[in-house]
Antibody, heavy 115, light 108 residues
């Protein structure tokens, strides 16, 4: 059974860079795309971007200037970096398998932007 | 980007009743690339349907999807106690993939 687990700081200061890692277990990363999705408290879902196993990326235009997604298939991990964060970036961040629909999601990690 | 509008915002029903949730897109969704998710408090979304009407692994057949173009529908034929949750539609036919604002199905 494929499992995903997000990790990273739960608090980030304004203007700094949010960094999260997703560790994939129970299956290979090869042949799949891997996404980041976020959900502000009490609100809906927003797709951030994806990376394929061969490192092709696509980002949400609303975040593109600040987002970098990378992958290390040898370590079964992929990562998210979001720069110049503000309070509006406070959200639960999910990693998921797939670039369209996603059947496998991490449990999510709350990242709060606060000074 | 394609904007998805879900209706109603809240649906108040009793167990055993039928639930019909709608999702309208601001433009036609390519090749019926639409999905539905269920989310309960404190949990990640759970995939119910993809490609409009294909049930994900382990999803009971009381969940069904229909529609095409700009309008898709999720139907829950008979609500079970565990079905009370928030439901989101998603389109992935054009980038960026987008989600609707959600429909909350609550116990009446």
């Amino acid at each position: 059974q494929v499992q995903l687990q997000e990790s990273g700081p739960g608090l980030v200061k304004p203007s700094e860079t949010l960094s999260l890692t997703c560790t994939v277990s129970g299956g290979s990363m090869n042949g799949y795309s891997w996404s980041w999705i976020r959900q502000p408290p009490g609100k809906g879902l927003e797709w951030i971007g994806f990376i394929s196993y061969h490192e092709i990326t696509d980002y949400n235009p609303s975040l593109k200037s600040r987002v970098t997604i990378s992958i290390d298939t040898s370590k079964n991990k992929f990562s998210l970096k979001l720069s110049s964060v503000t309070a509006a970036d406070t959200a639960v961040y999910y990693c998921a398998r797939g670039k369209g629909w996603s059947a496998y999601w991490g449990q999510g990690t709350l990242v709060t932007v606060t000074s | 980007e394609i904007v998805l509008t879900q209706s109603p915002g809240t649906l108040s029903l009793s167990p055993g009743e039928r639930a019909t949730l709608s999702c309208r897109a601001s433009q036609s969704v390519t090749t019926n690339y639409s999905a539905w998710y269920q989310q309960k408090p404190g949990q990640a979304p759970r995939l119910l349907l993809y490609d409009v009407s294909t049930r994900a692994t382990g999803i009971p057949d009381r969940f069904s999807g229909s529609g095409s173009g700009t309008d898709v529908t999720l139907t829950i034929s008979r609500l079970e106690p565990e079905d009370f949750a928030v439901y989101y539609c998603q389109q992935y036919g054009s980038s960026p993939p987008t989600f609707g604002g959600g429909t909350k199905v609550e116990i009446k």
